[in-house]
Every structure is written in structure tokens, then in C-alpha cells.
């Protein structure tokens, strides 16, 4: 027998039996990755603070809980999304809003763009916002269809994370009001404390098409740092479901955000390696990836306000003298100023109002 969550059936009833203006989040992260978890966390804490009325409804590529093949499993998704929209389609209010969740689905592997511009055709006359988005495109095909999308909608919003994001959107969304904006979790940086003793290099190291340096190459880097205390993790957790991330999101969270603030220094390939970082107030260096994400994300980390909190680093070897400069220095503390969230995050939705 098909049957989806548990979750899934009750988002449908609040869709259904609820009377308040709804504020649904598109593709939100079903995954273990900490650092989507944590945009969500903060996109639902902005809706909080700026709609108090409306109700917060998650969607997304929903997948079933069975232990399917693939083809089922894929048949499966595909109804209890179209059975979503069917739902939305019944219920969906004028003043109701659309909100993509931020990341990386604006390139040609992920299908988060695929939600996006569904929502655009079905439901023309509701506002979209898009929160930020790396936007790295390269199939004509593919472009063409969503500049087409993006064209035909007059009620979208894109928020783009970089300037390269931010230019090839205006190259395909010439029509649509763009907005320049820093990942969202950046609004925890310079809200939190900590008292800890601190100690040793902390390695936040990806494993994924989008890695740069080999893991051999980070192993060696790691041994240069001798008998030092030092410990290489993944923001992206093994083995934790979905409903255990629901429950305790926010906890599961500053608990990683707390590991990185018992070390002198961070190194990371992550860019939300490099702003748990900066949450935690340790600093960072932050190596290349494979694309444009790492090297455009830490230029939004102006140098009067973070100073060498936050650094790039053009090689391994670049990384470790950096590291070094950092450790050798042990009086020192920093404490990161809350420069996103009053430059920002505070101030987006009156922009949003003027648009």
C-alpha cells in the first residue's frame, strides 16, 4: 500500500481546515544538512517577526517514508505533490504568500527551480518571494524555461546570495525586482556568547560534487597542525530523520554551533561552516569549492566590521599560515557584531512593502 508521512497528511489539513492567512515555504529541507536547517530555522523565525497572523506551512518535494524502488518512490513524490497543489489550488487565499526557501536550487541539477516556477503558474496573483539564491545555470534549455517563468510573473521577488548570482539574474530575470541579500542564517551572527575555553583547529570539511580540495590534501593539512587538539566534522549529519530535525531543530543546531566555539580557529569549505563560525565568534578561513559560492560568499563579510574574523584563503598552505597567525595570538578574543541582522534581515520587510 502507498502512503505518505504523517507529516505530510497533517500539513494537508492545516491547508484545508485552517482559517488564517498562510505563509507556505517552498521546497523546505527534508535533509540533515545543518546549515539548510538552520535557514530554515531562521526564515520561520523572520516570518514570526514580521507576519504574526499568518500561519507557517512547509512544502516541498515530499518523499515517501517506504522503502520503495525507485520508480514507485518517484510516483509516489509525484502524487502527493500534485495532490499538494490540487489542495492549494482549493484553498489558497489572494492575501496568502509564497515563500522559496533559500539555497542552491537555482541550478541545473536540483529541481527546487522546477517548485518555484509551478507556484508562478499556478497561483500568478499571489506575492512570491524567493529568499537568497545561488543561481549557476548553464543548460539553454533549462534557462530559457525559467526566464520565461520568471517573465511571465509579475508578483516575484528573487533575493540573490552573490554579485555573480546577482548578474546572471539580471541577464534572465530582466523583468523581475532583484534584491542583493546575505544568506539568511548570517542574522544569528553577533547574537549569541560564549564563554567556553577554546582550543585547537576545527576542520567543517563537505563531502560532495561541490568539494574542491581532494580529502587526502585536508588530512595532510591537518597533520602540519602536529599534536594539537583538532577534529574535522560535516554540517551534514548521518542518520538523523527528518521527524527527529523537526522536533529538535533549533537544539540539534546551537549544538553544532557550540562544538565550533570551543576552538581557536575554524577551517571550513562550507559556507555555513563559515557563518556558524561567525555565529560561535571563532574565526574562521575559508578554503574554495568547486563553484563561485565559497569565494563570492565571504566578500559580504566587510573587513571594518569582522576584520580577520573571517578570511579566504587562496591555497592549503595559504590556510595554515592563517591558522597559525590566528593561534599564536592566544589572549585574544573576538565578539562578531550583529551587522546582518540590523543591515538586513530588520529591514527587509519594509522593503519588501515598497515593492
Not at 101 to 108: A, L, R
Given at each position: 500500500?502507498?502512503?505518505?508521512?504523517?507529516?505530510?497528511?497533517?500539513?494537508?489539513?492545516?491547508?484545508?481546515?485552517?482559517?488564517?492567512?498562510?505563509?507556505?515555504?517552498?521546497?523546505?529541507?527534508?535533509?540533515?544538512?545543518?546549515?539548510?536547517?538552520?535557514?530554515?530555522?531562521?526564515?520561520?523565525?523572520?516570518?514570526?517577526?514580521?507576519?504574526?497572523?499568518?500561519?507557517?506551512?512547509?512544502?516541498?518535494?515530499?518523499?515517501?517514508?517506504?522503502?520503495?524502488?525507485?520508480?514507485?518512490?518517484?510516483?509516489?513524490?509525484?502524487?502527493?505533490?500534485?495532490?499538494?497543489?490540487?489542495?492549494?489550488?482549493?484553498?489558497?487565499?489572494?492575501?496568502?504568500?509564497?515563500?522559496?526557501?533559500?539555497?542552491?536550487?537555482?541550478?541545473?541539477?536540483h529541481n527546487?527551480?522546477?517548485?518555484?516556477?509551478?507556484?508562478?503558474?499556478y497561483f500568478?496573483?499571489?506575492?512570491?518571494?524567493?529568499?537568497?539564491?545561488?543561481?549557476?545555470?548553464?543548460?539553454?534549455?533549462?534557462?530559457?524555461?525559467?526566464?520565461?517563468?520568471?517573465?511571465?510573473?509579475?508578483?516575484?521577488?528573487?533575493?540573490?546570495?552573490?554579485?555573480?548570482?546577482?548578474?546572471?539574474?539580471?541577464?534572465?530575470?530582466?523583468?523581475?525586482?532583484?534584491?542583493?541579500?546575505?544568506?539568511?542564517?548570517?542574522?544569528?551572527?553577533?547574537?549569541?556568547?560564549?564563554?567556553?575555553?577554546?582550543?585547537?583547529?576545527?576542520?567543517?570539511?563537505?563531502?560532495?560534487?561541490?568539494?574542491?580540495?581532494?580529502?587526502?590534501?585536508?588530512?595532510?593539512?591537518?597533520?602540519?597542525?602536529?599534536?594539537?587538539?583538532?577534529?574535522?566534522?560535516?554540517?551534514?549529519?548521518?542518520?538523523?530523520?527528518?521527524?527527529?530535525?523537526?522536533?529538535?531543530?533549533?537544539?540539534?543546531?546551537?549544538?553544532?554551533?557550540?562544538?565550533?566555539?570551543?576552538?581557536?580557529?575554524?577551517?571550513?569549505?562550507?559556507?555555513?561552516?563559515?557563518?556558524?563560525?561567525?555565529?560561535?565568534?571563532?574565526?574562521?578561513?575559508?578554503?574554495?569549492?568547486?563553484?563561485?559560492?565559497?569565494?563570492?560568499?565571504?566578500?559580504?563579510?566587510?573587513?571594518?566590521?569582522?576584520?580577520?574574523?573571517?578570511?579566504?584563503?587562496?591555497s592549503l598552505?595559504?590556510?595554515?599560515?592563517?591558522?597559525?597567525?590566528?593561534?599564536?595570538?592566544?589572549?585574544?578574543?573576538?565578539?562578531?557584531?550583529?551587522?546582518?541582522?540590523?543591515?538586513?534581515?530588520?529591514?527587509?520587510?519594509?522593503?519588501?512593502?515598497?515593492?
Open positions: 500500500m502507498f502512503y505518505v508521512s504523517r507529516c505530510y497528511w497533517k500539513r494537508i489539513f492545516s491547508i484545508l481546515f485552517s482559517a488564517r492567512n498562510k505563509v507556505y515555504v517552498l521546497c523546505h529541507p527534508i535533509h540533515s544538512n545543518l546549515g539548510d536547517q538552520a535557514q530554515l530555522m531562521c526564515t520561520d523565525k523572520w516570518i514570526k517577526e514580521n507576519y504574526p497572523s499568518y500561519q507557517i506551512i512547509h512544502l516541498g518535494y515530499l518523499k515517501p517514508t517506504l522503502n520503495l524502488s525507485n520508480n514507485a518512490r518517484s510516483l509516489l513524490t509525484e502524487f502527493s505533490y500534485r495532490l499538494t497543489l490540487v489542495v492549494l489550488k482549493l484553498k489558497m487565499k489572494r492575501n496568502d504568500i509564497l515563500l522559496g526557501h533559500s539555497g542552491y536550487f537555482m541550478v541545473d541539477h527546487g527551480w522546477k517548485m518555484f516556477t509551478d507556484m508562478m503558474g500568478p496573483n499571489n506575492r512570491m518571494l524567493i529568499f537568497p539564491q545561488t543561481i549557476n545555470f548553464h543548460t539553454p534549455i533549462i534557462q530559457q524555461f525559467v526566464s520565461n517563468c520568471f517573465a511571465k510573473n509579475k508578483n516575484t521577488i528573487l533575493l540573490c546570495r552573490d554579485k555573480i548570482s546577482y548578474k546572471k539574474a539580471q541577464e534572465l530575470f530582466s523583468s523581475t525586482p532583484l534584491l542583493l541579500y546575505p544568506d539568511i542564517v548570517t542574522s544569528l551572527i553577533g547574537t549569541k556568547s560564549y564563554n567556553t575555553e577554546r582550543e585547537g583547529v576545527l576542520f567543517c570539511m563537505r563531502d560532495d560534487i561541490e568539494t574542491f580540495y581532494k580529502e587526502e590534501e585536508i588530512d595532510k593539512l591537518m597533520g602540519r597542525f602536529g599534536s594539537l587538539r583538532k577534529e574535522k566534522v560535516d554540517t551534514t549529519l548521518k542518520g538523523v530523520p527528518c521527524e527527529e530535525l523537526d522536533k529538535h531543530r533549533d537544539e540539534i543546531i546551537y549544538g553544532m554551533i557550540s562544538k565550533f566555539a570551543t576552538y581557536r580557529v575554524v577551517i571550513t569549505d562550507r559556507y555555513h561552516g563559515t557563518i556558524f563560525s561567525a555565529i560561535a565568534n571563532t574565526p574562521v578561513i575559508v578554503l574554495n569549492s568547486a563553484d563561485h559560492k565559497l569565494s563570492s560568499g565571504v566578500k559580504w563579510f566587510p573587513e571594518e566590521e569582522y576584520h580577520d574574523a573571517v578570511q579566504y584563503a587562496q598552505n595559504d590556510a595554515y599560515l592563517k591558522a597559525q597567525a590566528i593561534l599564536s595570538q592566544k589572549d585574544r578574543t573576538y565578539k562578531n557584531p550583529p551587522y546582518f541582522r540590523n543591515q538586513y534581515w530588520d529591514k527587509l520587510k519594509d522593503i519588501l512593502d515598497k515593492k
